[in-house]
């Protein structure tokens, strides 16, 4: 089976302007979530999507945002682009919710300028 | 509200010896546990879980974990390092209910000395 993948690998912004991030997940799989990885705060949880909806968030601001297709498939979206939004933004599927694990993307290197 | 800690930032172990990466958790209901390990550059690997039964979980690469209740600990053990085996280790948990979420750790890097 093909792993969980994410587009773009590398971006780089401007303050203010917006970005998109794409997930594809393990075939199969129904729950998509999102994390942001920065040296300083570690792993922190963004959001968890399941079935197209929703299901847990995150301490984030609403400027973070996302969505899920009925393939499973997952978008994140940040709307105006602050410096400290640099991270590695990694995507997780797994088969269902709570006692499954989750398999990760390579993750989406953005850069804030 | 759920968290884990791993009390070492960093763990040096020599090649052949044995090791051991804590993690202690709390959660609400009962826990399942996970050990993930990421290398440079890279997405974060599934290692192990602990769902119910055994306390002693095996997983890939020759590693596992021991889950222990009263000491809420799930601490991730392998009897003989490599060299290959250097890298960012987190453990997470999850509470046994649709509300809750993954929790990770702050990770422990781990160097395995030739």
């Known amino acids: 089976k093909a792993g969980v993948t994410q587009t773009p690998r590398y971006l780089i912004k401007t303050r203010g302007q917006q970005v998109t991030l794409s997930c594809s997940p393990i075939?199969?799989?129904?729950?998509v979530s999102w994390y942001q990885q920065t040296p300083g705060q570690g792993l922190q949880f963004l959001f968890e999507y399941f079935s197209e909806t929703q299901r847990n968030k995150g301490n984030f601001p609403g400027r973070f945002s996302g969505r899920q297709f009925s393939n499973s498939r997952s978008e994140m979206n940040v709307s105006t682009l602050e410096l400290g939004d640099s991270a590695l933004y990694l995507c997780a599927s797994s088969f269902d919710r709570v006692a499954y694990e989750q398999y990760f993307g390579p993750g989406t290197r953005l850069t804030v300028t | 509200a759920q968290s884990v800690a791993q009390p070492e930032d960093q763990v040096n172990v020599a090649e052949g010896n044995p090791l051991t990466v804590k993690c202690t958790y709390s959660v609400s209901g009962n826990p399942y546990l996970f050990w993930y390990v990421q290398y440079p550059n890279r997405g974060l690997q599934f290692l192990l879980k602990?769902?119910?039964?055994?306390?002693l979980v095996k997983g890939s690469y020759g590693f596992e974990a021991e889950f222990n209740k009263s000491q809420t600990s799930f601490h991730l053990k392998k009897p003989s390092a490599l060299v290959s085996d250097s890298a960012l280790y987190f453990c997470?948990?999850?509470?046994?209910?649709?509300?809750?979420?993954?929790?990770f750790g702050p990770g422990t890097r781990l160097s395995v000395l030739p």
């Open positions: 997470a948990v999850r509470g046994d209910n649709y509300g809750q979420n993954f929790v």
């Open positions: 075939s199969g799989h129904r729950s």
């Open positions: 602990y769902i119910t039964g055994d306390n």
